[in-house]
């Protein structure tokens, strides 16, 4: 019996021992596992936070117009400015804990495990938000131990680093609310039309229920769940003392109005401005050695909602129902600000941009450019050429060119610059490139902006050279302007993520790149276009527009078989248009012809109106001068066709028109002047 009770004592001796061996083996496993974990996660560092975040666009009064986002749409937003409802509703539902945890729930823990072991597999999670936050940042949603053991160790270094405060700013600037909005300031933009700090208990609850099933418990896919789940979150808070039970019951009873479609609609504002826009801060930030991908930017933009609404309901009245595309562009002439900009007729079609990517042949567009380098060469509004049919010789003699007319017409009489750009006349600006030479011609448009050519070819004299609208729409602003450099921009502001102003535009320094005389002169001949006293053998190109201005306009158009243009200023706002066939189909049907202009003068008479109409400023130096347009001499009544034109002081003619009638005074006056000799008709006088 004795031998019996030895043997028993001893075995449980050995196992005692072998437990305590056991247990101090554990125990070290553990430590050193604990250690290594620790050793390990100093070593690794602070996980990073970065996240990519949603840059936000502003117009030119500071109102949202839209956002650009990579792969996530998500606005960060500061804990301080997230509503505490939305935050005591998170915490509430999601890890009631989370302040007094290390970043594990060893309980939620226990239960999981169980009920996974039960069922075989990995069916429930038992998640703090720290695990959370770092599954958002790290990993994927798969259900697999691999995660889960990944997911501990990334939620082990965000508590070893980082704040409370810090960790629940992330989850909920990470946590997907559905929909395509990632954080809860893009999900309280899109169901509630408000920023997050302005949220309600009951619109806090609503959207604090969203993350478990973004499909599942979205009130705008099914309200029922919505609400049912609303209700756990509002109990779960008066339980947890958070909110009364009053609290409580008002926020049960309390409306709620979904806004997702405003938030949709704001998406559509002026898509096409908004990618120049993203280009130019791009090159920006690019300066300043910051990335534009990391998101987070709010950038304020020149746009003028009025203009571009403006700008969109022209096109949408005035396009053809076909395939014809359309570009438009407008601009502060004071600042070279991009007003509006419409870059086709639909984005979600085409987000090909026809403003800023599209290079055509701009026609007669660029004759203003071309006649800008004549003035300079001492060419006047009243200088006349012969405009007869013509064939210029050129490439030292090897090859010919005949320019024809739009309506294959001539005149059969000399006609002034004035006259010829009015009608639009072709052989004057051949024959006025001819005359100044290729090189003032390519220096003009250099300092405009232009492209250019080397080739010394009288075509390029009607604009066979290939610009895109933004760049013309620029040149012209810089006419507007008075000759004064304008260099077109479409931001005002970025800002960071951390509300740090990282540029701001400031005015350049004034640079004159055309003479303000000949810009002034060169805009008095550009009203022209609208006044049937220079129609000739050819309308004025602007007569079926005159009917409906109530402003003063200089402007131009072009032609070409497969391109329209149109644009004009007032001493205010430059726009310009362009209309044409993506793949080059010649223009044929009268309607795409004229679309151009129908937009141009829809969106002016629009964006100025109820404004005073604005007058050039006559600069010194010139001076306005009551001409015969036939003849280029001083008017008087016995020549009809008279127009005030503006002229430099030394250009003023001298002489009077004269049309003889033995019966009219001023006939005998011409004679008189026409009398040589100071002398001799003093002897008479």
């Not at 501990?152 to 704040?163: G, K, V």
């Not at 039970?245 to 926020?251: F, N, P, Q, S, Y």
């Not at 003028?304 to 969109?312: D, F, I, K, L, V």
């Not at 006056?669 to 001799?680: H, L, Q, R, T, Y």
């Amino acid at each position: 019996m004795r031998r019996q009770q030895y043997f028993k004592h001893k075995k449980r001796r050995i196992f005692s021992k072998k437990l305590g061996l056991f247990m101090i083996g554990l125990f070290c496993a553990v430590a050193v596992s604990l250690l290594s974990i620790r050793i390990y996660a100093q070593v690794a560092g602070a996980p990073p936070l970065t996240v990519p975040k949603a840059s936000i666009f502003l117009d030119s009064q500071n109102n949202p117009i839209g956002d650009r986002f990579t792969e996530e749409r998500r606005y960060w937003t500061e804990l301080k400015d997230i509503s505490p409802y939305l935050i005591d509703a998170t915490v509430a539902v999601e890890d009631k804990d989370f302040y007094e945890h290390g970043g594990f729930d060893y309980s939620r823990i226990a239960g999981a495990v169980l009920a996974d072991i039960k069922a075989g597999s990995k069916v429930q999670g038992a998640s703090t938000l720290t695990q959370q936050y770092a599954r958002n940042l790290y990993l994927t949603h798969e259900k697999s131990w691999n995660r889960k053991i990944n997911e501990a160790l990334y939620a082990y270094r965000l508590e070893l680093f980082y704040s409370k405060d810090e960790i629940l700013e992330g989850y909920l600037n990470t946590v997907y609310y559905g929909h395509g909005m990632y954080g809860v300031e893009a999900a309280s933009r899109y169901f509630y039309g408000k920023s997050a700090k302005d949220l309600t208990l009951a619109e806090a609850t609503m959207l604090a229920g969203v993350p478990k099933g973004p499909s599942y418990y979205s009130p705008l896919n099914n309200l029922e769940k919505a609400t049912n789940r609303q209700q756990v979150i509002l109990r779960l808070m008066n339980e947890q003392g958070i909110i009364t039970e009053d609290e409580k019951t008002r926020a049960i009873k309390e409306p709620l109005a979904f806004k997702s479609d405003e938030w949709i609609a704001t998406k559509s504002i002026a898509p096409y401005f908004l990618d120049v826009v993203w280009n130019e801060a791009s090159d920006i930030l690019e300066s300043k050695n910051l990335p534009i991908s990391g998101g987070g930017w709010t950038i304020q933009t020149t746009l003028n909602q009025a203009h571009q609404r403006a700008a969109e309901d022209a096109v949408k009245k005035n396009m053809p129902d076909n395939e014809l595309q359309v570009g438009f562009v407008s601009m502060d002439a004071h600042t070279g600000f991009v007003t509006a900009l419409v870059g086709g007729r639909d984005y979600s079609v085409s987000n090909y941009n026809r403003v800023t990517l599209g290079k055509r042949q701009p026609g007669s567009a660029i004759k203003p450019i071309l006649y800008a380098a004549a003035l300079e060469k001492g060419f006047n509004p009243m200088s006349f050429l012969d405009v007869s049919e013509t064939t210029f010789t050129y490439d030292s003699g090897r090859a010919n060119y005949t320019p024809q007319n739009i309506n294959k017409k001539y005149a059969d009489h000399e006609l002034s610059m004035a006259q010829a750009l009015a009608i639009s006349d072709n052989v004057y600006a051949v024959k006025t490139l001819d005359s100044i030479g290729y090189k003032p011609f390519r220096d003009m448009q250099k300092r405009l902006g232009l492209n250019y050519s080397e080739d010394e070819n009288p075509s390029i004299a009607l604009g066979t050279t290939e610009n895109s609208l933004y760049d013309l729409t620029n040149a012209y602003n810089i006419i507007a302007a008075g000759g004064e450099k304008r260099n077109a921009t479409t931001i005002l502001s970025i800002t960071d993520a951390k509300g740090n102003v990282v540029y701001k535009y400031e005015k350049p320094k004034a640079e004159q790149v055309l003479n303000e005389k000949d810009a002034f002169v060169l805009t008095q001949m550009m009203t022209g276009i609208f006044d049937p006293v220079y129609s000739d053998y050819s309308p004025a190109t602007g007569l079926s527009l005159r009917s409906r201005m109530t402003h003063t306009y200089a402007a131009k158009s072009g032609t070409t078989n497969s391109d329209q243009w149109m644009l004009g200023f007032t001493p205010s706002l430059t726009a310009g248009v362009w209309n044409g066939y993506d793949q080059g189909k010649t223009l044929s049907v009268k309607g795409d012809m004229a679309a151009s202009k129908q937009v141009w003068i829809d969106f002016m008479e629009t964006a100025l109106e109820g404004k005073a109409n604005e007058e050039f400023t006559i600069p010194n130096g010139v001076q306005p001068v009551s001409v015969d347009i036939n003849s280029g001499y001083l008017s008087t009544s016995a020549c009809p066709n008279q127009r005030v034109v503006y002229m430099k002081n030394e250009d003023v003619p001298t002489k009077k028109c004269s049309t003889f009638d033995f019966f009219e005074k001023d006939s005998w006056s011409n004679v008189w002047d026409m009398i040589p000799g100071e002398a001799f008709r003093s002897f008479w006088e």
